[in-house]
């Protein structure tokens, strides 16, 4: 009788945790698939209630948009140059190589890398590769954005909050704050939303 009343006990437990988890795995999946939509709608928002949108009119940049496109492109390249200099300090102290002949030229097995080292490599080739695919999209919006007149409320926060957004995005990534590096990643997608739903609205107002 105990052990009939122990494995019901345990069966209706496994089915609670079952149900827990796969409730758990809803909610996630619902996150992710709004999580692009209600970004979309807080930019439509912004451009409409806070910046204003204007019809487009093909034009040279003005200077204040210049000097926000100077000002993302060298936060972005200091980014890059950060990311690439820890991406070698970490080969350096944990003996790691870029390339099978460098590996063979040491004498050392990948194999016999700390795992310690792999992870931390990973980590900065993750950051390095966001960041790379992140800035492909936003130099051509930023482009597209900067030839139609857009307010120049408009070009300082999603420009200029790019390059911010990226140098904190690696910051948090590298030191393993999660929260940090979500908040970030929010702020990075919110400008490149933010100058593609400008254009979008100028080009139908």
């Known amino acids: 009788m105990w052990c009939f009343l122990t494995s019901n006990s345990f069966n209706g437990e496994l089915q609670f945790m079952d149900s827990s988890q796969t409730e758990r795995s809803q909610r996630a999946r619902f996150f992710i698939l709004a999580y692009p939509f209600a970004l979309i709608a807080i930019c439509l928002l912004l451009n409409v209630l806070l910046f204003g949108v204007r019809p487009i009119v093909i034009a040279l940049p003005s200077e204040l948009i210049i000097v926000l496109l100077v000002i993302a492109a060298v936060l972005l390249l200091a980014n890059h140059t950060w990311l690439m200099t820890t991406t070698e300090l970490t080969r350096a102290k944990f003996g790691m190589y870029a390339t099978p002949e460098e590996w063979q030229a040491s004498g ?3 194999e016999d890398t700390a795992t310690k080292g792999l992870e931390e490599l990973e980590r900065r080739h993750n950051a390095h590769r966001n960041s790379t695919e992140n800035t492909v999209y936003f130099v051509f ?3 597209l954005f900067s030839i139609t007149s857009p307010a120049e409320s408009a070009a300082f926060a999603w420009i200029a909050g790019f ?3 990226r140098l904190g995005y690696s910051f948090s ?3 393993g704050r999660d929260g940090l590096r979500g908040l970030f990643m929010s702020l990075s997608l919110l400008c490149l939303y933010g100058l593609a739903s400008y254009a979008v609205l100028a080009a139908v107002a």
Request: no cysteine.
């Open 163 to 165: 390059g911010v957004a």
């Open 173 to 175: 990534y590298l030191a």
């Open 108 to 110: 050392r097995k990948r």
């Open 141 to 143: 919006l930023a482009l």
